[in-house]
DNA sequence: AAATACAGTTTACATCCGTAAACAAAAGAT
DNA sequence: ATCTTTTGTTTACGGATGTAAACTGTATTT
């Protein structure tokens, strides 16, 4: 039962592209995955259709060849898709997984410094200890 | 192309009672999660087959009712998932996602310091700036 | 021993996804 | 104006997933 339409894996690697570029032809973005991917160019059509139906997407066909721009904000995107995934996660579990991934990705000064803050003014009101709740029934 | 077998959604919520409890029979597994979802006895014990062919479950056939317990480590499937979603992005937006996890999750005070602690050892050799390898062809 | 209850296995079916060919319409070239 | 190339749309197909009923074999009750 799905109740917001998501991006699989293979439609975030296109909007990857036209969110970079800003907007993008339907040959920019395939020029640019046939390089990143074994994907034949009937396939990444197909995954622009796809994110066109998803409304993630749209074409301004004023012109030929239609110009692709994203309907959704990268940043949007990330946070839907995170988000998502750490819904599923116990919640005692959270910090170990947020933890696996600062040792796992690579992360600018700047990013770095902006977390730490997050992170200090969180532990202001933060608990003693997050109780694992995957036993218990989700009330909602 | 799917290299290694992924745990689904739904196939998660099965582990995480399981992991839990450590082990479980089915009538455990489906009396928990009748109580936080509306699926039926039947779908879970669907959920239980399929973990067990993807090899994240064995039962111990002994005695009946089987005790089925994780072929996999909680911590060894949150790093699996977890990284195999951010591989999917944009390497400059990645501490951006993490410091949108931070702000977005319960995170005990224990957990909060491991992090910092990690992000300040990770600091000494950080780069100033992460580039953008959105377009460029994935070497490897 | 027969009837019943319980738990594990098979089968089912619609949708999504990865993957791509075939087809159609518009633009460019001759 | 017709041929060719480009680009957008339809159709296709196998496997994964959400969802669950039906079936079968084992254990329990009478």
């Known amino acids: 039962m799905k109740e917001v339409e998501t991006m699989s894996k293979a439609e975030w690697q296109v909007m990857r592209i036209i969110w970079t570029l800003g907007q993008a032809t339907s040959n920019q973005v395939i020029d640019i995955l046939e390089k990143k991917t074994d994907w034949k160019a009937a396939t990444i059509k197909t995954l622009i259709i796809r994110l066109q139906k998803k409304e993630f997407l749209k074409a301004d066909e004023a012109n030929r060849p239609y110009i692709y721009q994203p309907l959704i904000a990268e940043d949007s995107a990330i946070h839907q898709s995170v988000n998502n995934l750490f819904d599923d996660l116990c919640c005692m579990k959270k910090g170990l997984a947020i933890n ?24 202001k009101s933060a608990p003693e200890v997050v109780d694992c709740n995957c036993l218990e029934a989700d009330l909602k």
Do not use: G, R, W
């Open 100 to 123: 696996d991934l600062v040792e796992n990705s690579e992360i600018s000064q700047k990013d770095i410094a902006q977390i730490i803050q997050t992170l200090t003014d969180k532990a």
